[in-house]
């Protein structure tokens, strides 16, 4: 008999409640949850196949099932039972900790984890090893969006929600291809137009993108200059008399100094930085101000970027310099990229935060911290974030690595120094539910996990709204839930290290429902009187419906939008501006380099194609990688469709097939993130193997939220010889 069992989408921050049909033993069917709010009964081509992609890892034997070791390196894993694998674990950390101290080693974990893994994980190092060296790839993702808010508004709190969509009249997408990377929102934004056909829907983007195709207004930005575009939007917002004086002066602080600096930005020069023409700025700006209620939606456009905090910074400055937010239809709305990157932020579980929100380098937050986990203190000394910690462990700084849920070995930017440090670490653990992620041929241990459909814990979506996560099949193989690993290395670390002190970790991993609801209890309670503060919820009330931050004890409900009474959470209640300055790309383009590279998703492939790519009808919209550039480069380099062209930056080299399309703009090429080694055999300068378009990108980041600039690569494009 088919059961049915409630759940959530395992892709992209829309967060889609799904309806998961099994025989108990197998997955046979996926379906849009119709009362979840994120989706209300739709999926998008990737959600609707969560059942095909599952029944194919099983036949195609992509997913790691048992305990593997390596003896050494370069050799074939071997099978070893759970207790040798985690004793092999707990003794190499604890030499390694003892020999060279708690920051030699580190932790790279996921926004695919749940709230609950995620929790235990950033416990295990912050609490018990004393280290901060614990980071996420959602540091690739969304950081530059939580110092964007932190700096702006005062915490790291999206204010506005899906519902949003429905009430705006001017929606401003930029840097966000949602077409393709979050589709079921995007239908919801062409069913309120539609609806609607008074909204404007404006987009910035170097891309004419499909998500640029519906705009009523496209404006085809240089890469990296954003900032410039939003400060000359402002520019001519104060010129209009379109700003709301009355509104700043009540409920903001900063606005004289960043008025002195869009003095200059004029629209003459924003249009020639921007590569726009005057009449479209002005456009913008109107539309921006003068609607009666303008979302923006932003994603990793602006967060991939060395100036990704300062991008973030001043399209809020926008929302608050015409009083666009706190109403309906009205704010600055940071799409997530993967699931649970909220649920990570929430929790801490990056090296510069600790749990629900507080700061690491907030004296206080570290003691709040240390008494609710009943340990002494917590670690002063900064972590290192994504790129450092693999450029430590290249250094040999970082002698022993455990990697969860992700695939550094193609996902980071400048592949070479990442697999040097793979290949330099004494000690790499990787925890994965597929062994066909290039990361898993550099462990020295392989910890096999569960994924979607086997889990049961919890993730926060982009609107701040909390879903079940619910187990519909049992475990296959000898595979364990993330944050049950983590708890029994833990305890078996903390009677090395802490021996006749009680654990840390009194969570039971025999009674896993139980175990998680512990978990989450405790970040619950981590999260009293913050700004998340979700004390009015709980597992049951979970069981019902999705619900969204702040829900405070004795609440009914969560807060749909924040800031309606126009007090934020700073010292003194106001929203601040920032005062940022426009600063171009890391690695402009030059005679050597002559193109701008940027890099994004495909509608039917999620990341490194672990899950994706087990399904052939998922390669039905794009087959196969390209390099894209605008047919006018082709010809004026001899160029024909199909070609293979060597795609060069100054970390290294692939060959790829070249496509032609006006989408891309001239001087500029894109490249899709998913395809790794196994399709593109490329080459670093060192003579290293490398992993898709990765080889070429750069490690620089944004200094404040130390995100990469995987945007944009300076690169030259040169037909490939055939033999
Ligand atoms: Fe899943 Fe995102 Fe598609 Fe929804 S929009 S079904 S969350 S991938």
Redesign the pocket.
């Known amino acids: 008999m088919t059961q049915e069992t409630r759940s959530?989408?395992?892709?992209?921050?829309?967060?889609?409640g799904?309806i998961i049909e099994s025989d108990g033993a197998q997955i046979t069917g996926v379906r849009?949850d119709p009362d979840h709010p994120?989706?209300f009964g739709?999926?998008?081509?990737?959600?609707?196949t969560?059942h095909l992609t599952a029944a194919a890892a099983v036949t195609q034997q992509v997913r790691l099932l048992h305990p593997m070791r390596r003896e050494h390196r370069g050799e074939r894993a071997t099978r070893v039972s759970w207790d040798q694998a985690l004793g092999f674990a707990t003794e190499t950390f604890a030499q390694v900790i003892r020999a060279d101290g708690p920051d030699a080693v580190g932790f790279y974990i996921s926004g695919q984890l749940l709230t609950e893994d995620y929790y235990v994980f950033n416990k295990l190092a912050k609490g018990l090893i004393g280290t901060n060296n614990i980071d996420t790839n959602s540091r690739l993702c969304m950081s530059s969006a939580v110092a964007g808010y932190k700096m702006t508004l005062g915490a790291d709190a999206p204010p506005s929600c899906y519902d949003d969509v429905n009430h705006a009249g001017c929606i401003f997408i930029a840097g966000s291809n949602a077409a393709w990377a979050?589709?079921?929102?995007f239908r919801r934004i062409e069913e309120a137009r539609a609806a609607n056909p008074a909204m404007k829907i404006v987009c910035c983007d170097p891309r004419r993108t499909d998500t640029a195709d519906i705009a009523d207004l496209f404006l085809a930005i240089q890469p990296g200059t954003d900032v410039m575009l939003f400060h000359g939007m402002l520019h001519v917002m104060l010129w209009e008399g379109w700003v709301r004086h009355d509104w700043i002066g009540r409920h903001t602080s900063g606005f004289d100094e960043l008025k002195a600096t869009v003095r200059d930005c004029t629209p003459d020069s924003v249009a020639q930085v921007c590569g726009i023409r005057k009449e479209d700025l002005l456009e913008a700006a109107r539309l921006f101000a003068t609607s009666p209620a303008t979302l923006s939606l932003y994603c990793q456009g602006l967060n991939q970027s060395t100036s990704g905090t300062a991008k973030n910074a001043a399209l809020i400055n926008l929302h608050l310099a015409t009083a666009q937010i706190g109403r309906p239809g009205a704010g600055p709305f940071s799409l997530t990229g993967q699931?649970n990157a909220m649920g990570g932020r929430e929790v801490g579980g990056l090296a510069n935060l600790l749990s629900a929100h507080r700061d690491l380098a907030n004296p206080q937050h570290r003691a709040e911290v240390a008494a609710l986990w009943g340990v002494p203190s917590v670690p002063e000394k900064p972590g290192k974030t994504a790129v450092e910690m693999f450029q430590a462990a290249a250094d040999g700084e970082i002698k022993a690595l455990w990697i969860a849920c992700t695939n550094p070995a193609q996902s980071m930017p400048d592949q070479a120094t990442v697999r040097r440090a793979l290949e330099r670490a004494e000690f790499v653990v990787v925890q994965e539910a597929f062994l066909t992620t290039a990361t898993c041929d550099y462990a020295d241990l392989l910890l096999p996990a569960t994924t979607w459909g086997e889990k049961t814990g919890t993730v926060t979506?982009s609107e701040r709204r909390i879903s079940r996560v619910r187990p519909a099949v049992p475990p296959p193989g000898s595979t364990r839930h993330d944050w049950a690993i983590a708890v029994d290395f833990a305890r078996r670390l903390e009677r090395k290290l802490r021996p006749g002190i009680a654990t840390l970790f009194p969570y039971s991993t025999t009674a896993p429902e139980a175990g998680v609801e512990a978990v989450w209890n405790e970040h619950r309670e981590s999260t009293r009187g913050r700004d998340l503060d979700i004390t009015g919820m709980s597992y049951a009330l979970l069981e019902k419906a999705p619900l969204q931050w702040p829900m405070r004890s004795g609440e009914a409900q969560g807060k749909l939008r924040l800031y309606e009474d126009g007090i934020f959470p700073t010292p003194d209640g106001k929203a601040r501006f920032a005062n940022v300055t426009y600063r171009p790309v890391a690695e402009p383009r030059e005679s050597r380099f002559p193109f701008s590279l940027t890099t994004g998703r495909l509608r039917d492939q999620?990341h490194g194609m672990s899950r994706t790519g087990t399904l052939g009808r998922l390669f039905g919209h794009v087959a196969e990688p390209s390099v894209q550039m605008n047919p006018q480069d082709m010809q004026r380099r001899g160029l024909a469709e199909g070609d293979l062209v060597h795609l060069t930056s100054k970390r290294g080299s692939i060959v790829v097939p070249v496509q032609g399309t006006e989408q891309v703009g001239l001087s500029q090429a894109f490249m899709a993130m998913h395809w790794g080694g196994e399709y593109l055999g490329g080459l670093s300068n060192t003579g290293q193997p490398l992993a898709g378009v990765n080889a070429l990108t750069t490690s620089a980041f944004c200094p404040t939220s130390k995100q990469p600039e995987l945007k944009h690569a300076a690169v030259k494009i040169l037909k490939a010889e055939l033999p």
Do not use: E
């Not at 959530?8 to 889609?16: A, H, K």
């Not at 979050?182 to 929102?185: A, M």
């Open positions: 959530t989408c395992p892709y992209c921050g829309v967060g889609c799904v849009g994120a989706n739709k999926l998008c081509s990737k959600g609707s969560l979050h589709p079921v929102l699931p979506n999620w």
